[in-house]
Every structure is written in C-alpha cells, then in structure tokens.
C-alpha cells in the first residue's frame, strides 16, 4: 500500500526556516514525479514544488511565489522527500501535503500555483502543518 508521512511542520518567525519531509512506504519514491502542495484556511490549494521522476532527470519546479526560498530533494536512500524552506513569510503559513501528480511536472510551467494545485494527485499524506508568525 502506497503510504505519504509528512513531518517537520512548525511555528516559526518571519525569515526563518523550516525543513518538511515525506517519508513513502510501499514504492520507491524516486519512480515517480512527487508535489508539494500547501492548503491554507479560506484559501484554494496551491501547487509549491514538484519533482520529476529519476527516469526523467529529477528536474525541480516550484510556484512563482517560492522561487528562491524553497529547494525540493530527493534521498532515494531513505525514500524521502524534502521541500527545505527559507525566508518563510506569513503567507507561507498553510498545511503542507505531499502526493503524487497524475501529470508531468513539466506541465506547471507557466502556470499559476493554485492551477497546478487544483489538478489531480493521488496518494496524499495527512499533511504537515506550518506557522510563520511573530
């Protein structure tokens, strides 16, 4: 059975940092293409990273919004996912899921992060939830 654990969500102050993790079980992780998407209360749910599958380079994609602060990576050796997330602001304050896009990566370029967040994903984990606030 195909399983998702986030962890390392948290509270932080503004500019700092917080490192998310998604730990599968039942595949290896590095076969497929693996998003990060974040939900906020009130708000639609927007695409953040997403990387492809080893097969197609690892090639990394993020939200206009995260580019720069945030970097995705993969240890195949531990079968986790990260999204290492710095310079966070209170914007950036949401619940963080990771979970398998039924579509390439490739197709967030020039698209809008809630668009790429409203498409379809499978095997969502319970999420992890982050804080930024003083």
């Known amino acids: 059975q195909v399983q998702f654990v986030e962890s390392g969500g948290g509270w932080v102050q503004p500019g700092g940092s917080l490192r998310l993790s998604c730990t599968a079980s039942?595949?290896?992780?590095?076969?497929?293409?693996i998003a990060w998407v974040r939900q906020a209360p009130g708000k639609e749910r927007e695409g953040v990273s997403c990387?492809?599958?080893?097969?197609?380079?690892?090639?990394?994609f993020y939200g206009d919004s995260v580019k720069g602060r945030f970097t995705i990576s993969r240890d195949n050796t531990k079968n986790t996912l990260y999204l290492q997330m710095n310079s966070l602001k209170p914007e950036d304050s949401a619940v963080y899921y990771c979970?398998?896009?039924?579509?390439?990566?490739?197709?967030?370029?020039?698209?809008?992060?809630?668009?790429?967040?409203?498409?379809?994903?499978?095997?969502w984990g319970q999420g992890t939830q982050v804080v930024v606030s003083s």
């Open positions: 039942g595949f290896p992780l590095d076969d497929y293409a």
């Open positions: 979970a398998t896009p039924l579509w390439p990566c490739s197709q967030t370029d020039g698209f809008g992060e809630t668009d790429w967040g409203s498409r379809e994903y499978a095997n």
């Open positions: 990387i492809s599958s080893s097969s197609a380079d690892s090639i990394t």
